[in-house]
C-alpha cells in the first residue's frame, strides 16, 4: 500500500506500525505534524498509546524516558531548540539507558525558516554518546523509524533521530507496511537508573564500552553506503560525503556531471570510520554536502587533507543548502533565464486581522510613549510579530519565557518600565519559573500574559494552562489585586492603556492578561459547529490514497 | 516525462489545495511527485510558495534547482514574479491578476504589467471576478488549476476531475460542484 505522506507523517506512521506506546512532545515547526498525525490515527485511540501535547520538551522527554522504563516504546519530538530545554534529560538519559525502545526526534530548521538560530542537533548525538539517525527521503524516514526503535532496544540506548524543515514538510509516495502489535516488555529493575555518583561513574563507562557497537551499527547498516559513478575514465574521481538530504542534491545534480564521483551516503552516525577510509583512498579532494552546521566535515578535518565543504567556501556557511549550491559546489553551473523582477516588494507574515494582540500592542505603544526609557520585552510565538511594523514594540526575542527573565534583570539594573509580553503557551512552558524568581525579588515588573487560549503560532494546538492563569499567577506569590483580566479589542484599547498604567506605576509583580480566542482557532470552532469534523486522518486526509 | 512547479501566493490564498489535487492525481496515475511546502510563521500573510516535482521516472531534490521550473502558478501576480530565477526558458507564468495588497508599499499596476510583457509565456486572469461570477467566490484557486491543467501532460484531465471531486468530497457535493465549475472555467479561458 502507498500513501502520500510530509516527511513528518511518514515519520508518525513508521512509529506507530512500529508498535509504539506513546508520543511526547511539545508544538513547534517543523515537527509538529509528526505529533498531530499520530493524533489523528484511528490505531492510536484502538490501542490507547499517548498522544496528549506536553508542557515543554524537558516534561515531554522525562515521560517519555519513564514510559520505556516501564517497558514501552516510547518517541519524543520537538523542533532543535526544543532540544536546548529537553538536553538534561536527554543527556542523562545515555546514562540511565533505556528500556523500552526510546527515540528522541530533533527537527532542525536550517535557513531558520521558523526559528531564531540554525543549530544542528547532531552535535548533541555526539555529546551525549548516541547513535544519530538522518533519513534523506521519506520512505526512508519511513523505514528508519522502526529501525531506531530497533537499535535503541538492541543497544539499550535513546537513539537521536534528525530530521530537517524540507524533508519534514515534503510530501512523497511512502509504502506503507502492516502495523507491529505494540511492544511491551517488563518494566527495568536495574540499579542503573539511579544517578548517583558512584553509579553514574558505572553507567557512563558502560556507555563508554558500547560506542564501539554504535560504530559496527554504522558500519553495518545500507543506510551508509558508497556509490560510485563514472562517466569518464580519463578523469579523476572525486569524493562526496552526503548526509541525509543533501544526498537527493548530490543525485540531482549527477545528472549533469561529467566526471567520476564516489558518494558515500550518510544516514547514520556516528560516522562510519571504515567506510570513509574506502571512501577517501586515492582520492584528491574530499567534499562534504551536509545540510546544517558543518559537523562531518569538523570531524573530516582532523584526519584528511582536501577537505572542503562549509567551512572552506565551497558551499555556503549558512542556511540549508539547494540543488544550486551543491550543483555548483561539484563545478556544475545551474542557469536562471530570467532574473529576479526589480519590483518585488518583502511580504514579510503579520498578525491576523482582527487578532487580539494587535489590540494589546496598539495600547502598550500608547502607554510607552510617556516612558521613552522603558522596555518591551518580548517572547516566542505569533505576538513577535509585534516586532514588525506597524508596531515595533519590542525589545528583544530570544529563548522561550525570557520575556520575563530578561524583563527581572533589566528591571534589576534600574531599568524602568520594565515590561514583559508572553503567550499563554510560552508562559507555562518556560515562564512560569522566571515570574517566580520575579516574586520572590519584588521586581517592579509588569507581565503582559496575552492569552489567545491555544499554542497559535504552529496551528493551534491545545494549550497547558487554558482557565487556570490567574490560579497559576496567584499560587506563585503575585498579589491577587495585580492580576488583571482584559479583553482586547479595539473598543476596550483604552481602559487597558489604563489598567496598564496603574500596574507599571506599581512596585512589585503584576501580571495583566489580555484573553480572546485566536482568530485562526475561532474560525475552525465555527467551521466544526457548522460541519461534522472528520476525526480520523486514515479516511479524511485529503492526500491518501491506497493501491 | 516531468513537471516542475512552483505554486506561489500569499498565506492563506489556497495553493497548497491546488498541490493536493495534483498530488491526488498523480498518485492515482502511478506518477512520481515530490512537494515541498511552508509551514508555520509565513503563513500568516507572508509570502508562500511549493515545489512541486512530477516526473515518470525518480525525483531526487525535494527543490526546484533555478532555470527548471516548467510553470509558476500563482494566486497573486507579485508573487509569481518572486520566483523568475526558477522559471525554465520555455516555462509558463499562470496566474491571478488580481494585485493581494497587504503591505504599505506594493507596486503599481503599470509597473506590475511592465513585468509580465518582457516576459514570454504568460496567462492571466482575474481568477476571484471569475469565481464570484459563478457563484463560487472561494473556489478561486481551481480556475488557476484549469488553466494549468492541460499542460500538466502527466495528467490526465479526467483524473483531474475526479481526483479534485475526492479531495473536496468530505466538504460536501456543494462545495464539490463548486470546485469543478471553476476548474472548467479555467480550462475553457485556457483554449480561446
Redesign the interface.
Known amino acids: 500500500m502507498k500513501r502520500l505522506l510530509l516527511g513528518d507523517e511518514a515519520l508518525a506512521l513508521g512509529a506507530l506500525n512500529a508498535g509504539l506506546g506513546g508520543v511526547y512532545a511539545y508544538p513547534g515547526t517543523p515537527s509538529t505534524e509528526i505529533t498531530e498525525y499520530i493524533q489523528g490515527n484511528s490505531l492510536s485511540k484502538e490501542r490507547g498509546i499517548h498522544t496528549a501535547w506536553c508542557t515543554n520538551e524537558k516534561t515531554a522527554m522525562e515521560a517519555a524516558l519513564g514510559m520505556s522504563y516501564a517497558g514501552r516504546r516510547a518517541l519524543v519530538c520537538m523542533k532543535h531548540v526544543g532540544m536546548n530545554v529537553a538536553a538534561d534529560a536527554f543527556v542523562n538519559s545515555a546514562i540511565t539507558g533505556v528500556n523500552g525502545g526510546l527515540v528522541v526526534v530533533a527537527a532542525d530548521d536550517p535557513s531558520m525558516h521558523s526559528s531564531q538560530n540554525e543549530q544542528d542537533s547532531r552535535f548533541y548525538g555526539k555529546f551525549a554518546m548516541l547513535p544519530v539517525m538522518e533519513p534523506s527521503s521519506q520512505q526512508e524516514t519511513y523505514d528508519m523509524i522502526s529501525e531506531a526503535f530497533e537499535l535503541s532496544e538492541e543497544l539499550h540506548l535513546p537513539v537521536l533521530f534528525r530530521m530537517v524543515t524540507r524533508l519534514a514538510h515534503s510530501r512523497a509516495s511512502v509504502e506503507i507496511s502492516n502495523p507491529l502489535s505494540m511492544k511491551q516488555y517488563d518494566a527495568a529493575s536495574e540499579k542503573g537508573w539511579v544517578l548517583l555518583p558512584a553509579i553514574a561513574r558505572r553507567q557512563y563507562n558502560a556507555l563508554i564500552e558500547k560506542q564501539s557497537a554504535l560504530q559496527k551499527a554504522s558500519l553495518e547498516t545500507y543506510h551508509n553506503r558508497i556509490e560510485t559513478i563514472e562517466k569518464d575514465p580519463r578523469q579523476p574521481e572525486i569524493a562526496v560525503v552526503a548526509s541525509g538530504i543533501a544526498y537527493n542534491y548530490v543525485l540531482e545534480a549527477v545528472a549533469k556531471y561529467k566526471g567520476n564521483l564516489r558518494i558515500l551516503k550518510i544516514s547514520q552516525y556516528p560516522l562510519p570510520e571504515e567506510k570513509i577510509k574506502r571512501l577517501t583512498k586515492g582520492v584528491q579532494r574530499i567534499i562534504v554536502a551536509e545540510d546544517g552546521q558543518p559537523f562531518i566535515e569538523e570531524q573530516l578535518c582532523k584526519s584528511y587533507k582536501n577537505v572542503e565543504g562549509r567551512l572552506t567556501g565551497l558551499l555556503p556557511r549558512t542556511g540549508e543548502l539547494t540543488p544550486d549550491t551543491v550543483a555548483s559546489a561539484l563545478g556544475i553551473e545551474t542557469k536562471s533565464y530570467f532574473q529576479p523582477s526589480g519590483i518585488l516588494e518583502a511580504r514579510p507574515p503579520q498578525l491576523c486581522p482582527g487578532c487580539g494582540h494587535r489590540d494589546v500592542y496598539a495600547a502598550l505603544n500608547k502607554v510607552m510613549e510617556d516612558y521613552p526609557k522603558g522596555r518591551i520585552f518580548g517572547d516566542i510565538g505569533c505576538y513577535t510579530l509585534g516586532a514588525l511594523p506597524p508596531f515595533k514594540a519590542l525589545a528583544s526575542c530570544v529563548d522561550m519565557g525570557a520575556s520575563i527573565g530578561m524583563a527581572k534583570g533589566a528591571s534589576d539594573a534600574g531599568l524602568f518600565p520594565a515590561v514583559a509580553v508572553i503567550g499563554d503557551s510560552t508562559f507555562t512552558h518556560s515562564g512560569m519559573t522566571c515570574l517566580l524568581d520575579a516574586v520572590n525579588a519584588k521586581s517592579p515588573i509588569t507581565v503582559v500574559l496575552s492569552d489567545n487560549l491555544t499554542t497559535a503560532m504552529t496551528g493551534g494546538q491545545d494549550s497547558a494552562g487554558t482557565s487556570r492563569f490567574e490560579a497559576i499567577c496567584i499560587a506563585l506569590g503575585v498579589e491577587p489585586e495585580h492580576v488583571k483580566v482584559v479583553v482586547p479589542t479595539p473598543g476596550n484599547i483604552p481602559s487597558i492603556t489604563e489598567t496598564l498604567r496603574e500596574e507599571i506605576q506599581y512596585k512589585g509583580v503584576s501580571v495583566i492578561i489580555p484573553r480572546r480566542e485566536c482568530m485562526q482557532t475561532l474560525k475552525r470552532h465555527q467551521k466544526q459547529t457548522q460541519s461534522q469534523k472528520p476525526t480520523d486522518n486514515q479516511i479524511s486526509s485529503d492526500n491518501q490514497t491506497s493501491k | 516525462m516531468k513537471k516542475d512547479i512552483i505554486l506561489s501566493g ?2 492563506g490564498q489556497g495553493i497548497l489545495s491546488i498541490a ?1 489535487v495534483i ?2 492525481a ?3 496515475s502511478n506518477i ?16 508562500v510558495q511549493s ?1 512541486l516535482r512530477l516526473s515518470d521516472d525518480d ?10 521550473a516548467d510553470m509558476i502558478i500563482s494566486m497573486e501576480p ?2 509569481a ?2 520566483y ?6 520555455d516555462g509558463c507564468i499562470i496566474t491571478s491578476s488580481k494585485p493581494f495588497v ?6 503599481s499596476e503599470e ?2 504589467q511592465a ?1 509580465f510583457r518582457k ?1 514570454p509565456n504568460v496567462q492571466m486572469a482575474d481568477i476571484e471576478q471569475m469565481a464570484k461570477d459563478l457563484g463560487a467566490p472561494k473556489s478561486a484557486n481551481m480556475i488557476l488549476l484549469g488553466m494549468a491543467a492541460s499542460k500538466i501532460e502527466l495528467l490526465s484531465l479526467d483524473k483531474l476531475r475526479s481526483s479534485l471531486s475526492r ?1 473536496f468530497a ?3 457535493e456543494k462545495i464539490v460542484e463548486d470546485n469543478l465549475k471553476c476548474f472548467e472555467a479555467g480550462l475553457n479561458l485556457k483554449s480561446k
Request: no cysteine.
Open positions: 500569499v498565506g493536493t498530488g491526488e498523480a498518485t492515482r512520481n511527485l515530490k512537494q515541498a511546502e511552508v509551514h508555520g510563521m509565513s503563513q500568516r500573510g507572508g509570502d515545489n525525483i531526487h531534490s525535494d527543490l526546484i534547482p533555478y532555470g527548471e507579485m508573487e514574479l518572486r523568475l530565477p526558477y522559471l525554465s526558458k497587504n503591505i504599505p508599499v506594493y507596486p509597473s506590475l513585468e516576459l479531495v468530505r466538504k460536501g
